[in-house]
């Protein structure tokens, strides 16, 4: 079964920090691009970070300085260190991958049924 598995969130204090974690079963992160979407209640769906497989990578500006993206010696884990945590960034994380992610408009569930490989989400609460 080609599966990928979010894990890390929670609830966490303003300023505060959490790291998720992106595995994958039933293939390798070794052609893909691999990120990190997320979906807050009246928001549209927003790309947070990306990472390639040559170590390149993406940040959304909301975000740019505080979040980090990286991922393990076998590619087939991913990560997201999120530092000085905003309440605005209260979401559900969903993990992604293809070939070439990208942004746009629309909802969460429209990437879902477009890239290739997408998590069930993880939620990540932030409060102040």
């Known amino acids: 079964e080609v599966q990928l598995v979010e894990s890390g969130g929670g609830s966490v204090q303003a300023g505060g920090s959490l790291r998720l974690s992106c595995t994958a079963s039933?293939?390798?992160?070794?052609?893909?691009?691999i990120g990190w979407y997320r979906q807050a209640p009246g928001n549209e769906c927003e790309l947070v970070s990306t990472?390639?497989?040559?170590?390149?990578?993406y940040y959304a500006d909301s975000v740019k300085g505080r979040f980090t993206i990286s991922q393990d010696s076998a590619k087939n884990t991913v990560y997201l260190q999120m530092n000085s945590l905003k309440r605005e960034d209260t979401a559900v994380y969903y993990c992604?991958?293809?070939?070439?992610?990208?942004?746009?408009?629309?909802?969460?569930?429209?990437?879902?049924?477009?890239?290739?490989?997408w998590g069930q989400g993880t939620q990540v609460t932030v409060s102040s």
């Open positions: 990472i390639s497989s040559d170590g390149t990578t």
């Open positions: 992604a991958a293809d070939l070439y992610l990208h942004g746009g408009q629309g909802m969460c569930e429209l990437f879902s049924e477009s890239l290739g490989y």
């Open positions: 039933g293939f390798t992160f070794d052609d893909f691009d």
